[in-house]
């Protein structure tokens, strides 16, 4: 059963993130390292229909519905149910979201009050390097070598807030786009208390982690679970007209993560407080992802929420264009062809495939793909 | 609701494997540092109301009945809802399962083809010297040191199967007790060919990884999770009388998980293939436990099973006294606050409890609970 909640229209989707930056790492070196591609929605070598994509004259944007969603989801070919090759469409996903592993050596450790609390560009941190009063570089000659440190004078959460915020004002959108006027506390590890707060869009420039909650929204029709999907604004900054779960939000600044879901269900998705109280945290995923001078390194509560039969989401914020309900089968064959979810939403659901059993053990690869959805560092 | 299946009757249970054998291990040492106890059945340094176990005159063995899982089951102890020690008693039992990890410098390296298999307590390597045409003690001066190997002459699984099968026939109970005559796969990762046979009594002496099934079965009552939970039988040879999630076994050589789990439903639970074979598979959990010459190094995949509301499981192969049905929060508190659960069974149901979302991301330490779930080499 599919419910249609908004029609659906064409629209325009960025193909730039869908370039095949594919690499070999070496936690799962065997499934991946045969990896081939050859259409940009492609996740697997194997031949299959694609859906009619509509390239731009520039070939950086294409047109993506739900009608293309539906019929790769409901597709059927039999070859790619051979257990030695069938994950590989997930892995390669897994992979969208940890790029570049091999230049983490051009990353310098980035330490406050003797932890490791990020990792900054070796010429990102030329950029640095005329704030002396806010970073020192020092280098001990010891096992840490070269790194980055705050200024000892500034000793206060709120010193360290203040300063860092005033570099990263100056540094503008020139070096650090898309300012969001968000903080993000900076952790070594979640339970901590925050050392200092950093503008959200800054983050991947320091490499600290940053926390999020992703939920998975679903209902059980007939004994068949079903998964609300959602399908971002085309006027979203980031990853617009692509496919999401239910509900995520990063974590911002001194709220707890149950309270972050229910606003995110209430902006998001139109879920009332009374439902989405009942979200359970069930797991976490993690990647780490460089693209030039950013690395990210996120870490995401997984959080899933059983909807009652009857209730239909309805986007408050403008994030979301329509939802759609669609059996966890179809949205797994749809992540497993295709790349039109966000990336790192395509994780989270791999987790959801994994613990209600949507993955049998018999795969090859089982346990690597499983062990790939906490690469990054997930204290 | 709490379906009472058998009349519970007294037993005896061995308490030796209670004794306090508490470390701080690394990956959450702030959770576990502080860890005091004062009585076997405490996995809390809070005070409670114990049940009264009749310890004999030996002090080894002592009384538990169902009686005493319910009355800690329900008891209420406002004090330790603290999010700050709440999952004190779950660490504990993980503890249970991983003892003794400053030993590992007694253990050499076990290697069959190049690839590490197992680990072998220096002095049980004495026991092997005598077989050199079966085991080889190389010293590479290099980076692998002083390992133990096979001799070069046995080539095929077939071979070495037999040429250590007969050692380990030699060595006899005086060195490897509780001989079974079932063969594990020694294998350096679950998605390889086995190497080699051996005897499943054999495999902590050798230290190779033992693969098993775990299942939890759970009935929804009324919107609320129910476990079905298992008394051992008094005259098991492991861990007689203690509590056991619905069906577990080993792996043995050349039958597949799930067929595994099918086979142990039906003998141990008394569950037909028709609802077996709907397991699902949906986690994995490992631990790395020495005891003296013993290392064992155990890869438990997780299946659950939902059962219809109206079954009863109904023992076969006598090593199951009785079973109840029993709301999931309080088997969280038996795990919680006493030791009557096997503890490599604890782990499965505190797995269950992070992915079922009763275990919340607001106490403290819930990360590195969740990583110790997976301390030992799962791949």
């Known amino acids: 059963m599919i419910r249609n909640i908004v029609c ?56 993506l519905t739900w009608d293309d969603v539906f019929r790769i989801s409901k597709s059927e070919t039999a070859i790619e149910e051979d257990p030695s ?6 892995f390669h996903k897994v992979q969208l979201c940890n790029r570049a592993s091999d230049k983490q050596s051009e990353f ?27 970073f020192v570089f020092p280098n001990d000659g010891g096992p840490l070598g070269y790194y980055v440190t705050l200024h000892p004078l500034l000793k206060t959460a709120e010193e360290r807030t203040s300063a860092v915020g005033y570099v990263v004002k100056q540094l503008g959108e020139e070096h650090i786009p898309g300012i969001r006027n968000e903080l993000y506390p900076v952790k070594s590890s979640f339970s901590t208390p925050a050392f200092f707060s950093l503008e959200r869009a800054a983050a991947p420039y320091f490499g600290i982690k940053a926390y999020g909650v992703h939920m998975n929204g679903y209902v059980e029709l007939d004994g068949q ?11 979203k900054s980031t990853y617009p007209g692509m496919l999401d779960h239910l509900v995520a939000g990063g974590l911002p600044h001194g709220i707890g993560c149950l309270e972050n879901v229910v606003k995110e269900c209430e902006e998001e998705a139109g879920i009332p ?17 460089i693209e030039g001078y950013r690395y990210k390194r996120d870490v995401l509560f997984c959080y899933d929420l059983t909807l009652p039969e009857n209730f239909v989401p309805n986007n408050i914020d403008g994030e979301v264009e329509s939802f759609k309900l669609i059996p966890v089968e179809q949205v797994a064959e749809v992540i497993r062809r295709t790349q039109f979810f966000k990336p790192n939403c395509a994780i989270v659901i791999i987790d959801f495939l994994f613990r209600h059993g ?5 795969n090859d690869g089982y346990l690597d793909l499983l062990k790939s959805l906490r690469i990054g560092d997930w204290s």
């Open 8 to 63: 659906a229209r064409k629209m325009t989707v960025m193909t730039g993130m869908f370039a095949p930056t594919f690499f070999c790492y070496k936690p799962f070196s065997s499934p991946l390292s045969s990896f081939t591609t050859s259409h940009p929605f492609s996740s697997s070598s194997i031949n299959h229909t694609f859906p009619s994509f509509s390239l731009s004259a520039t070939g950086t944007t294409c047109s």
């Open 85 to 90: 090759s069938y994950l590989q469409g997930f």
């Open 108 to 134: 310098v450790p980035f330490i406050v009050e003797g932890r490791d609390v990020g990792f900054i560009h070796n010429r990102f941190v030329e950029h640095l390097r005329g704030f002396n009063d806010v």
């Open 225 to 235: 679970k079903h998964l609300w999907i959602g399908k971002r604004s085309p006027t």
């Open 273 to 289: 407080r009374s439902i989405s109280i009942k979200a359970k945290s069930v797991s976490v995923v993690s990647y780490k992802d």
């Open 358 to 362: 949507y993955i049998s053990l018999e």
